[in-house]
Each structure stands twice: as C-alpha cells, then as structure tokens.
C-alpha cells in the first residue's frame, strides 16, 4: 500500500521550468543561476515548453560565420 505523499506525488502534473525551479535543481549540485540564465528564464515564463526551449537554444546556439 502506497504511504500518502507517494499517491499525491502520482497526481502531480509536470510542471514548467521556473526560475525558482531551476535555481532548486542546480542548488543541489552546488551551483547557481547566472544573471544571464535567470533573465532567459525570466522571459520565458509563461511560454509553452517548445518556446521556452527554443529561447534557451537560440541563447546558447554557435553562429556559423
């Protein structure tokens, strides 16, 4: 028999990566947010996961010359 936090942490919906979120994840490895992954974040709040990941992506893509 499932104990009462397992069972509610089955109906959890994945959630979007917030800044708050994110700086949760990378404080467990020992690291933090720079100012300019915070403002990509920032930005994105409220965009679907594609958008969000395409912002993300297109700070972080090499320009070919």
């Known amino acids: 028999m499932m104990?009462?936090?397992a069972n509610s942490m089955m109906?959890?919906?994945?959630?979007?990566?917030?800044?708050?979120r994110a700086e949760k994840i990378t404080s467990v490895e020992g690291l933090a947010l720079t100012p300019r992954i915070k403002r990509i974040l920032d930005a994105a709040s409220g965009k679907t996961a594609?958008?969000?990941?395409?912002?993300?992506?297109?700070?972080?893509a090499k320009i070919s010359a």
């Open 50 to 60: 594609d958008e969000q990941r395409a912002l993300v992506r297109a700070q972080f």
């Open 11 to 20: 109906k959890l919906k994945p959630g979007r990566l917030t800044r708050e």
């Open 3 to 5: 104990n009462r936090s």
